[in-house]
């Protein structure tokens, strides 16, 4: 059997970077480096599976972030390791866990037309009162699925499935013509 190597390739190392639209930008998107993606999945439909992830992570650096009942997405900082044994210890039979860290690409998008901007590509409220500091959704943005969180007030942090950033990534530029955005690799 022959034998190859995998390279490893950031989704989004070849996207279009500068800037584009309306001068000065009011939008700034920038390509994340690939973090730790754990998708967490209630093994059981209790009420206190959320509690239980919660206790799990207690002292790991990681954002837990809700996708849909009883299923999170616990992100990373990039390097970080997450001693995936230890969690199980604590969390037992009760929370599923899989490395999804491969399919998945974070991006950022702030600016004072942030909101102005996302709402051209979903359907959801995007007003801070609707919408607050730490709120995570998945919903569409364009054509894409993504987990969207807002980071700050004028701050959102998108996680889309890798194969699919590099297409957000240039529908993002494009809704963002009018207000000027300034796109870079971060």
């Known amino acids: 059997m022959p034998e190859f190597a995998l390279i490893h390739r950031k989704a989004l190392a070849t996207a279009r970077t500068g800037q584009f639209g309306a001068t000065p930008a009011a939008v700034e998107l920038i390509a994340l480096p690939e973090c730790g993606v ?14 239980t992830l919660h ?20 992100i990373s900082e990039p390097n970080v390791q997450v001693d995936l044994d230890s969690i199980r210890n604590v969390s037992g039979t009760r929370i599923t866990l899989l490395d999804q860290s491969h ?7 702030s600016g004072p037309k942030v909101e102005n901007m996302l709402a051209k590509g979903t359907g959801v409220d995007l ?3 609707q919408w607050p500091v730490g709120q995570s959704h998945q919903t569409l943005v364009g054509h894409t699925s993504a987990l969207v969180t807002r980071t700050e007030p004028t701050k959102f942090e998108l996680i889309v499935m890798r194969s699919f950033a590099g297409s957000l990534w240039d529908e993002l530029i494009t809704m963002g013509l009018e207000f000027g955005v300034n796109a870079r690799n971060g």
């Open 103 to 109: 399919g998945y690409a974070p991006m950022q998008i």
């Open 127 to 129: 007003s801070i009162n």
């Open 55 to 74: 206790a799990a992570f207690k002292d790991t650096p990681v954002s837990i972030r809700r996708v849909s009942p009883y299923q999170w997405l616990v």
């Open 38 to 51: 754990l998708q967490a999945m209630a093994a059981h439909f209790a009420a206190d599976s959320e509690a």
